[in-house]
């Protein structure tokens, strides 16, 4: 097709030489007049194609110009052409459509000095540690689950361009520098009378911590460059791809005695999940997606004897665990995009249940606790879960349990896997009868412990925390093989 186009161009240009010999003209500053006598010939332009080019590539490359990026400089931003330089390795950045230019004419737009070639869009692509990687590639939805799409919001981005980072699987922000709102404080002074600024109404903070918009936000754009370099790291090229394996210097076969007394004693008492994340993940690294929203959830990349896994897991810090709407949300869509993309998924479950009130009923809570459980459900990939304490009620289904096809499933000596806390089920079982502490007694004796759950095969085994990172490294190795298909479907009806 391409061919026959330079075969109808050069047609064309012939045809153009021939009617001018039949029919001579001067050409004056690109203008052509009709000649009955003494023809003049001569260049359009005294610039060869080739200085033309590089003229255009220089201009290309300077972007707006020189005031333009010191202007840049000055806000503490970097320009278009330096991130894609800091994000890619070095000279393997391949750029497309370099002398494309907007074609409006409104408003003055025609005028040359509001041409820029490129029209203010940098686009190609590149590796990252050697890895292929488009940069700006806008077909967020055909390539949805078929390879990662990442977004690095590093300016104000406005109206409805808004909707192609929300399509994309990460929206990564820089503080202080980026936006991301529909309308701009202007338009909403004006129709809801309310005064709030940019960073207010769509900043990093605002998107990371309220919104949920955003994933996680960085202090300045080589900060960002850089931390975006060593997540893709983590990430598979495609669907085809199996979870990224590096070379792995942290012993499988770790002992992480720290765990066996991680979990206090009294079961009121708060403990940090993130010190059973980092005591099993090789060398202690967790990247962390969305640590300011919905922090009664941890989600995240680890890997595991050099595999790329991701980590669940509930937050005894925060609300005590308690899976709530945006918690479920937020585990429900990172528990698909591991299972779209071959990651296999651990669980740690310390859930007390959902959380009770009337604003999360009125808010839909069963609707968006279901998303977590269909998630759970439907992913096909490796599932290893790890209860370390409470496992109560609904949320403990929900939770990758061996109800939604669990692979393996462990419980600590610490774990409790029941309907309801003692002391809640003893005032259900036992209302209006005197000896409730006697009976408290009794239920914990035969409920708060993992055996109900063990002898019911709701557990493969009880295992001591220390031994956790060499039996998951040990279930990874045995489960890479794992070959599970859901029924064929257009797709799912997911309770959105």
Not at 272 to 283: P, T, V, Y
Request: aromatic residues 8%; hydrophobic residues 40%; charged residues 25%.
């Amino acid at each position: 097709m391409a061919a026959l186009k330079v075969v109808r161009s050069g047609s064309r240009l012939l045809n153009g030489f021939q009617s001018l010999l039949n029919n001579p003209r001067k050409v004056t500053c690109g203008v052509a007049a009709t000649v009955t006598k003494h023809p003049r010939w001569y260049c359009v332009s005294h610039l060869s194609v080739q200085e033309r080019i590089e003229r255009k590539r220089k201009a290309a490359l300077s972007g707006g110009g020189q005031q333009r990026i010191e202007a840049q400089h000055r806000r503490g931003k970097l320009t278009a052409r330096e991130r894609v330089e800091l994000l890619l390795d070095p000279d393997s950045f391949v750029e497309y459509d370099m002398f494309v230019e907007h074609r409006c004419s409104d408003f003055g737009m025609e005028a040359d000095h509001n041409k820029y070639p490129g029209d203010s869009v940098v686009t190609g692509q590149g590796r990252i540690n050697g890895r292929l990687v488009y940069v700006f590639s806008q077909r967020n939805v055909m390539a949805s689950g078929v390879i990662p799409q990442i977004s690095l919001i590093m300016g104000p981005c406005a109206g409805g361009a808004v909707y192609s980072p929300a399509l994309t699987d990460f929206t990564f922000m820089v503080k202080d520098t980026s936006y991301l709102f529909i309308t701009g404080p202007d338009v909403v002074k004006s129709v809801t009378n309310e005064d709030v600024t940019q960073e207010e109404l769509g900043g990093a903070k605002t998107h990371t911590a309220v919104s949920g918009v955003a994933h996680k936000a960085f202090e300045n754009d080589i900060d960002a460059l850089l931390n975006l370099r060593e997540f893709f790291n983590f990430l598979p090229l495609s669907n085809k791809d199996s979870a990224p394996i590096t070379e792995c210097h942290d012993p499988s076969d770790r002992l992480v005695p720290g765990l066996d007394t991680v979990v206090p004693l009294e079961t009121t008492k708060a403990y940090d999940m993130l010190d059973i994340i980092h005591g099993i993940a090789d060398e202690r690294e967790f990247f962390e997606i969305m640590p300011n929203y919905a922090k009664n959830i941890v989600v995240g990349f680890a890997r595991m004897n050099g595999r790329t896994v991701g980590i669940v897991g509930n937050q005894p810090k925060v609300a005590s665990g308690c899976l709530d709407i945006n918690s479920s949300v937020k585990g429900a869509r990172f528990v698909r995009f591991c299972d779209a993309f071959n990651i296999p998924i651990i669980t740690f479950v310390d859930v007390p249940g959902f959380l009770p009130g009337t604003a999360q009923e009125y808010g839909g809570i069963i609707r968006h606790g279901a998303k977590l459980l269909f998630a759970f459900a439907e992913a096909t990939v490796p599932k290893i879960t790890v209860i370390t304490r409470k496992a109560y009620g609904g949320a403990y289904d929900v939770m990758s349990s061996k109800h939604l096809r669990g692979d393996v499933n462990y419980a600590w000596p610490s774990a409790e896997v029941a309907v309801m806390g003692a002391k809640g089920a003893v005032q259900i079982i036992f209302r209006g009868k005197e000896n409730q502490a006697e009976a408290e007694a009794e239920y914990v004796e035969k409920f708060a412990n993992p055996f109900p759950a063990a002898v019911r095969g709701f557990v493969d085994d009880i295992i001591q925390p220390s031994m956790t990172r060499k039996r998951i490294c040990r279930d990874l190795e045995v489960l890479a093989s794992k070959k599970q298909a859901n029924p064929w479907k257009k797709h799912a009806n997911i309770p959105l």
